[in-house]
């Protein structure tokens, strides 16, 4: 399996790291670039909010693509906790799709850089699934 | 009147038509400095220093306008921040990292000088989606500054302000003091470490 990231993911020199196996959703890696650079010596919240929002995206993609719910999603919102600080170095982040329902799937993603159990950043978001008024307007 | 003397751009939210650029450029550029030489920060004279660095060099970032407590900038479309192939709009990541530029930006400008922060969340709601290859307008107002944290609230559109494609709200943690006002003799140069225009 293995599914194309949109074109914003470039942007920040987002790749995948592994695809996941299993029931695992893939793990996005995102190496330190100066376009990618905040305040002195960190990473600005708005790549990190990126690479949230793109390894949510990706966990979506890669379990519809499974074949286990409609093939249309699209997000309603997202909600960012920033835990750490980013620094100058690779950061990966993971999203794991925690419920899906009838009209709405919910997500959880998680950024790390150098140890998976001290996130510099979390996130979770809700997709609306297939077609609806209220996300289509 | 303290305030007003402040306002750059003194026009009610609701009442803000989008111009073109030039045209609000010249006037939200125009006000560094108080009538009395009081140290105002000055949003637009620091992003000519930070659209040139880092995420805002390579976002493209513009500014547009600010008043005492708000802060407008503009996410000019470009092919590679597209985040649907299918329909060309701006890749919500985008969005939200404009809204986050902004957000951080109106907290110096409602305290009147430069404070280190980092953003502590950011709650982003999807209203619609924006039209493909269009700009996105990003415009945030910080309503609250308390002694650690600053809570900010912002709109973004892509071109009628009436008509938002997100709603966005967020905090910002102080990770410092006050940088020295521009001109003192502590800082005679003016601006934070790195950001001298």
């Not at chain 2, 750059?8 to 939200?28: D, Q, S």
């Not at chain 2, 470009?78 to 299918?86: I, N």
């Not at chain 2, 905090?171 to 601006?191: C, D, E, I, K």
Request: charged letters at 20%.
């Amino acid at each position: 399996m293995s599914i194309t990231l949109p074109p914003y993911a470039a942007a920040l020199g987002i790749i995948i790291e592994a695809d996941g196996a299993g029931e695992d959703a893939p793990v996005l890696r995102m190496d330190f670039a100066d376009g990618l650079s905040g305040r002195p010596g960190n990473l600005h919240g708005g790549a990190i909010a990126g690479l949230l929002d793109m390894a949510a995206w990706a966990s979506m993609r890669a379990m519809l693509d499974a074949g286990e719910g409609p093939a249309r999603f699209k997000p309603i919102g997202i909600t960012i906790d920033y835990l750490r600080g980013g620094k100058h170095r690779p950061t990966y982040a993971r999203g794991r799709v925690t419920k899906v329902g009838s009209r709405v799937a919910t997500v959880v993603v998680e950024a790390w850089q150098e140890e998976r159990s001290k996130p510099i950043a979390a996130a979770r978001l809700h997709f609306m699934l297939g077609r609806s008024e209220a996300a289509e307007s | 009147m303290k305030t007003s003397s402040r306002l750059v751009n003194p026009v009610p939210h609701a009442a803000i038509k989008i111009a073109p650029l030039a045209a609000r450029g010249a006037t939200a550029m125009a006000v560094p400095m108080a009538g009395d030489g009081e140290f105002i920060f000055d949003p637009a004279r620091m992003f000519r220093a930070m659209e040139r660095h880092g995420h805002s060099a390579m976002m493209g970032f513009r500014f547009v306008a600010h008043g005492h407590d708000w802060v407008e900038l503009r996410l000019p479309w470009r092919a590679d921040l597209v985040g649907d192939a299918e329909t060309g709009t701006i890749a919500n990541g985008a969005v939200t990292a404009l809204m986050d530029m902004a957000g951080g930006m109106c907290v110096w400008t409602r305290l009147g000088l430069f404070r280190p922060q980092a953003t502590l969340d950011l709650r982003i709601d999807y209203l619609r989606a924006a039209k493909p290859g269009a700009d996105i307008i990003g415009r945030v107002e910080c309503y609250r500054v308390a002694r650690e944290i600053a809570f900010v609230r912002g709109l973004a559109h892509d071109g009628d302000a009436g008509d938002a494609v997100a709603h966005m709200a967020a905090t910002f943690m102080f990770t410092g003091p006050p940088m020295p006002p521009r001109g003192s003799s502590a800082n005679p140069v003016g601006g934070p470490p790195g950001m001298s225009a």
